[in-house]
């Protein structure tokens, strides 16, 4: 339906509630992410398809983080 309508996937969001300090992303996250972001860029190449993170803090504040997979060169 998307690329009939000439769309495509830019990204996704994680919401979540509080976890422990410390705690960034679960596994499942992590590999969801790195799934998606392969799908994204038809392999080991560089896109703009970004991750984005929603939770709140210890005072209820809405955190937002953005991450975007780059390739790395050497």
Do not use: Y
């Not at 703009?48 to 790395?72: H, W, Y």
């Amino acid at each position: 339906m998307a690329a009939l309508l000439s769309l495509q996937k830019v990204g996704w969001i994680i919401s979540h509630p509080p976890r422990e300090s410390g705690f960034f992303m679960s596994g499942a996250e992590v590999i969801c992410a790195s799934e998606l972001q392969l799908e994204a860029a038809g392999g080991v190449e560089e896109t703009a398809f970004v991750t984005i993170k929603v939770t709140l803090d210890a005072e209820n504040q809405v955190i937002v983080e953005g991450f975007q997979a780059r390739k790395f060169m050497t």
